[in-house]
């Protein structure tokens, strides 16, 4: 079992910046893709990046260029970075990690809202 716990969220202005932290707890060892996903009232959660263990990514274009991702491994944390902040960036933001048996595990969500 893996436990995770998000942070970092909040509000911010057009134009800014946020980092979210999710800190991944319980049996570590078998963490093998870590990933952040959003979700916004009303619609259908929403990949946004993921992160190997060996530290290749991948971005939803809705993000790429904005967004990064990165992970420490010897924290078993994974951020994502957040510049150039739009109003429909607003959602609660969700880190997912998967072990190698490719289960899936959820943190609560952190919510990040954007004003104009």
């Known amino acids: 079992q893996v436990q995770l716990v998000e942070s970092g969220g909040g509000l911010v202005q057009a134009g800014g910046s946020l980092r979210l932290s999710c800190a991944a707890s319980g049996s570590t060892f078998s963490i093998t893709t870590m990933g952040w996903y959003r979700q916004a009232p009303g619609k259908q959660r929403e990949l946004l990046a993921t992160?190997?263990?060996?530290?290749?990514?991948d971005y939803a274009s809705s993000v790429k260029g904005r967004f990064t991702i990165s992970r420490d491994n010897a924290k078993n944390t994974v951020y994502l970075q957040m510049n150039s902040l739009k109003p429909e960036d607003t959602a609660n933001y969700y880190c997912n990690v998967r072990d190698v048996r490719s289960m899936g595990y959820w943190g609560k969500g952190t919510l990040v809202t954007v004003s104009s």
């Open positions: 992160i190997t263990r060996g530290g290749s990514t």
